[in-house]
């Protein structure tokens, strides 16, 4: 059962542009999410949180919004840069805690 | 203060074998989480550990797989009997106590795990 789902594969952008990555999500009971970016051969390192008590997160060029009524997050990335090239996991932890991770997207900036 | 240390990077073992994954979590972290990620798939979850305590291991098969973190030393992933079907990435994380993951996860580089 996903319960956090990333239906794009992929995604290619041009630098400059925006990228907007997708994540829905099955489990209301979810409060809290997180987007992760990970590179070839490294572990995945933490972008960016939201609350389910707030629509939007913002952190320099990276912004997360929860429709938690769609139960959909999206993070945008503006202006996109070619070091933002890599996969990008959403994730959300269950009451025990555990991370449930999305399959990724990978998002390739092109100059 | 050292990240979350995972070794061997690389781990190479034949059909039958064991193979041996060892987490060192970050500094004053007493929780541990391992994760596997197959070829073109996200993170699952394996097992959720703190000291000498297994929390969840709701995403370890039943057979084969075990996992440890005791009093003094790193977390140990084992596999006994190594299939083909295991060669994967497998990922460490670590949390403070009772921090569990509503914030950060801090991830170790990884293993990657090849079966011949």
């Known amino acids: 059962d996903q319960q956090v789902k990333q239906n794009s594969p992929s995604l290619s952008v041009q630098e400059g542009r925006i990228s907007i990555l997708n994540c829905d999500y099955t489990?209301?009971?979810?409060?809290?999410f997180l987007w992760y970016k990970k590179y070839p051969a490294e572990g995945p390192t933490f972008l960016i949180s939201?609350?389910?008590?707030?629509d939007k997160n913002e952190d320099g060029r990276f912004t997360v919004f929860l429709n938690k009524s769609a139960k959909h997050l999206s993070l945008h990335i503006v202006p996109s840069q070619p070091g933002d090239s890599a996969v990008y996991f959403c994730?959300?932890?269950?009451?025990?805690?555990?991370?449930?991770f999305g399959t990724g997207t990978r998002l390739q900036v092109f100059p | 203060n050292a990240g979350v240390m995972q070794n061997p990077r690389h781990l190479v073992r034949r059909r039958g074998q064991e193979a041996r994954l060892r987490c060192s979590p970050m500094?004053?972290?007493?929780?541990v989480y391992w994760y596997r990620q197959l070829p073109e798939e996200g993170l699952k979850f394996m097992v959720y550990?703190?000291?000498?305590?297994?929390?969840?291991e709701s995403g370890m098969p039943k057979e084969r797989f075990s996992a440890e973190f005791p009093k003094e030393g790193p977390s140990i992933l084992r596999i006994q009997q190594v299939v083909r079907g295991d060669s994967a990435a497998y990922f460490c994380?670590?949390?403070?106590?009772?921090?569990?993951?509503?914030?950060?996860?801090?991830f170790g580089q990884g293993t990657r795990l090849t079966v011949v």
């Open positions: 994380a670590s949390s403070p106590a009772g921090g569990g993951l509503s914030t950060e996860a801090f």
């Open positions: 489990n209301s009971m979810f409060d809290y």
């Open positions: 939201i609350s389910s008590i707030k």
């Open positions: 994730a959300a932890p269950n009451n025990t805690d555990k991370l449930i």
């Open positions: 500094k004053g972290h007493s929780h």
């Open positions: 550990l703190q000291k000498e305590n297994i929390i969840d």
